[in-house]
């Protein structure tokens, strides 16, 4: 059974940071590229970054570019997610994907991944 579990969520002021964590279990972690999307209240889910199999390649909407940071420790199955100088609309549920297509890439589109998460809440707070 695969499983995508979300963490590191919570309330936070304006300018502060997170990381997020996720972990993932049942299925080889290392071939799998992964991403993190994100869906704020009332909006659909839109994509915040990707990050190859190895880890070599990321990928960033722009409206988090310079500011969030994505890394994986393939050892550990996990995602991070290092979030700074945020802001009011970085509010939403954050969720991580797994895409299991075999190229090395770093996938945009939500209907690339294979996995999901169940989310976890970030309010950025003026």
């Known amino acids: 059974q695969v499983q995508l579990v979300e963490s590191g969520g919570g309330l936070v002021q304006t300018g502060g940071s997170l990381r997020l964590s996720c972990v993932v279990s049942g299925l080889s972690f290392g071939t799998y590229a992964m991403g993190w999307f994100r869906q704020p209240p009332g909006k659909e889910r839109e994509f915040v970054a990707a990050i190859s199999r190895g880890g070599s390649s990321t990928s960033y909407a722009d409206s988090v570019k310079g500011r969030f940071t994505i890394s994986r420790v393939n050892a550990k199955s996990t995602v991070y997610l290092q979030m700074n100088s945020l802001n009011a609309e970085d509010t939403a549920v954050y969720y991580c994907?797994?895409?299991?297509?075999?190229?090395?890439?770093?996938?945009?589109?939500?209907?690339?991944?294979?996995?999901w998460g169940q989310g976890t809440q970030v309010t950025v707070s003026s």
């Open positions: 994907a797994a895409d299991a297509s075999p190229y090395w890439h770093t996938p945009r589109g939500r209907s690339e991944y294979d996995y």
